[in-house]
């Protein structure tokens, strides 16, 4: 018997006016996923504890088993993991965005709108040009040096800042993501003295990256610069359960985003890089898929994550969204499906998204979520398609910390 987990991240969503009020999933071609729902288990899923952030780090690490209650200490920390960064106590971790603000140095920084949480999706090592010529710049280094920050570029818009020795106790940082054309006066970094630090920094890198021949170049080709970084998701270190120890089963994870990678290091799960993996709605899904049956040869368990649902409502792309449901149904589950299906491998798939991303706003919602379980073995005939509706309509589940149990077959 084999296991499989599938997240769209973000997939999820209420009713979308444009789409006559139905909701991406509705509106979107998904006849696999819609016939593995029909025939297994379908229902609906909280996976943000009460009084957690919605997001895709307390969202995942439910779906793996972990509480967050006892186990999160913030996302940046779990993206520290995926590069191997150790935080010692007093350590503070935090996302480092490359994004783009209102691109007139005329205006005030405090005034400037973020126009992108991504700098129109940087990736191929364009954010790692921008963030180490600031680290490298003498007037940045010096505000970096004195409060003790390094940074760990990743090969796209997502790094990660490290700071020695430091109170972040009181501070809070806004998701970029969730303030998509809204003035930064209102969401500066604040609760704490070392929230001005962090101010200081990135008003210092919108100085700065202005005139950066990298960003000359994009304006010319008509795409967002990189003008400023943002710093969120803080944290201090991390430390989650082992996998093979709560669930007995070997496995890996398949994902374009550290915030995944992290999860599977700190949880004894390996990490598996695909080429071509994005984290946007144009990856590599071939890739992806291949990587995971040759995962299935030597273990248990393989997750797949899919991070095109929720990058495409971030940036106001409602096609993009129904895009990428539609290719995670037709480029993800059917091939790896069949595949198995074809050698005679009885297998158990898990299909859910993380958390709801809003189209009406472009922000992650908390509530409950749609989940698929298929077994290849039993037909439950339940007839209904894949959706946030018709998951309300199935067995609750009231903390995703149950996924895996039922999954395994363990309750």
């Known amino acids: 018997m ?8 973000g997939m999820a969503d209420n009713p979308v006016p444009e789409l006559g009020g139905r909701t991406p999933l509705e509106a979107s071609r998904k006849p696999f996923i819609d016939s593995l729902a029909a025939r297994g288990i379908l229902g609906s899923v909280l996976n943000v504890p009460e009084g957690f952030p919605p997001g895709s780090d307390t969202a995942i690490i439910s779906i793996f088993g972990c509480d967050p209650h006892s186990c999160y200490s913030g996302r940046a920390p779990l993206e520290a993991a995926a590069q191997g960064i150790s935080l010692s106590p007093g350590d503070a971790a935090y996302r480092c965005n490359n994004i783009t603000l209102t691109d007139d140095d005329s205006v005030p920084f405090e005034e400037k709108k973020i126009l992108s949480h991504s700098a129109g999706g940087l990736c191929e090592k364009q954010g790692v040009e921008l963030v180490e010529y600031l680290f490298n710049h003498p007037e940045f280094k010096s505000l970096a040096d004195d409060a003790g920050m390094k940074i760990y570029p990743t090969e796209s818009y ?28 209102s969401i500066l970094p604040k609760g704490c003295a070392n929230a001005e630090i962090l101010i200081d920094l990135m008003k210092k890198a919108n100085e700065l990256l202005h005139d950066h021949p990298f960003n000359v170049r994009r304006r010319n080709e008509g795409k967002f610069p990189g003008n400023a970084i943002w710093f969120w998701a803080e944290g201090t270190a991390a430390k989650l359960p082992c996998f093979s120890e709560q669930y007995g089963k070997t496995g890996a994870v398949i994902s374009a985003v550290p915030l995944c990678h992290g999860i599977a290091r700190l949880t004894g799960l390996d990490v598996i890089m695909v080429d071509g993996a994005t984290g946007e709605v144009d990856t590599n899904y071939e890739g992806k898929v291949q990587a995971a049956l040759d995962a299935l040869k030597t273990r248990d368990f393989v997750a797949v994550h899919l991070e095109g649902p929720d990058e495409c409502t971030h940036c106001g792309d409602l096609k993009g969204k129904i895009q990428a449901i539609e290719w995670l149904d037709s480029r993800i589950v059917s091939p790896l499906c069949e595949a198995l299906a074809s050698v005679g491998e009885d297998f158990r798939i898990l299909i859910l998204s993380d958390h709801k991303t809003l189209t009406s706003n472009r922000q992650h919602d908390g509530d409950p979520v749609p989940y698929i379980i298929y077994d290849s073995r039993f037909d439950t005939k339940s007839g209904l398609p894949y959706s946030e509706a018709n998951g309300l309509k199935g067995n609750y589940v009231s903390a995703g910390t149950d996924l895996m149990p039922l999954l395994f077959e363990l309750k």
């Open 158 to 185: 997502r790094h990660i800042a490290v700071q020695k020795h430091t109170d972040i106790r009181g501070l809070e940082l806004a998701p970029p993501h969730d303030h998509i054309g809204e003035p930064v006066m």
């Open 2 to 9: 084999k296991y499989i987990l599938v997240i769209g991240d």
